[in-house]
């Protein structure tokens, strides 16, 4: 007799940055080892690649893992990881102020994306002109050279974030320019345009939790948790 199919919960999470609600089941054994493969190359980019594929597995509508924002893949993850393992995850944090270890409980079901009061994705480049923005898609964050600079990290996601340029009513797409006419683009910025550009990205929504302590000086202290990273590899 043939071993015995398994059935699997299911529950709903809602997309972050487009509000689609969609079904996942936990991920199993199979998803598990996918991770721990990926996590023992040590490469950030094969850690990325099996995020996206444990959350395509599991999904059980369809979904383009590829098109999803970072903050997406993270606040999925997060989700998953919560449904699947356990929601509460024990870290372990060195204070800075008394250089002693403490031991702190994050419960992932409250972590959630955090959205910055005047965020706007549209940039006023003139009276005449406006340049809406995007946000940095996974697939764009994997194909990045980690042996590239901080300035050069930073133009390669300006120059692939924006999504169209609206002149006198006039819509004009990045993607039908070629990648030299959206560099030059760039370069005719002013400077006021270009911070408006840093504050899109500086305050764009992403995941952020506060965890709250008393260190041995009786001082309370908060430990943010603010990229995927700190949630499981805080030490």
Do not use: W
Request: glycine letters at 2%; aromatic letters at 8%.
């Amino acid at each position: 007799m043939a071993l015995p199919k398994l059935s699997y919960p299911t529950f709903e999470v809602t997309i972050p940055s487009n509000h689609t609600t969609i079904k996942m089941r936990p991920f199993l054994v199979r998803e598990e080892k996918i991770l721990l493969i990926a996590q023992q190359t040590e490469e950030p980019k094969e850690v990325v690649n099996a995020i996206k594929q444990v959350i395509v597995n599991c999904c059980i509508d369809q979904i383009d893992a590829d098109n999803l924002t970072t903050f997406d893949l993270e606040f999925l993850f997060i989700k998953l990881r919560a449904r699947s393992v356990n929601n509460v995850i024990k870290l372990r944090y060195r204070d800075n102020e008394d250089n002693q270890s403490y031991d702190v409980e994050c419960n992932l079901d409250e972590v959630q994306i955090v959205h910055s009061e005047g965020h706007t994705n549209i940039i006023q480049i003139n009276d005449s002109m406006n340049m809406v923005m995007r946000y940095p898609r996974a697939e764009l964050m994997q194909s990045l050279n980690p042996e590239m600079s901080e300035s050069e990290i930073f133009f390669e996601l300006l120059s692939n974030c924006i999504d169209e340029v609206i002149e006198n009513g006039n819509h004009h797409d990045a993607k039908n320019s070629s990648k030299e006419e959206v560099e030059e683009f760039i370069a005719s910025l002013d400077v006021n345009t270009f911070q408006k550009i840093q504050e899109f990205f500086q305050t764009m929504p992403k995941i952020r939790h506060e965890l709250k302590y008393t260190n041995s000086l009786g001082n309370e202290r908060t430990l943010v948790l603010d990229n995927i990273n700190d949630f499981f590899t805080l030490g």
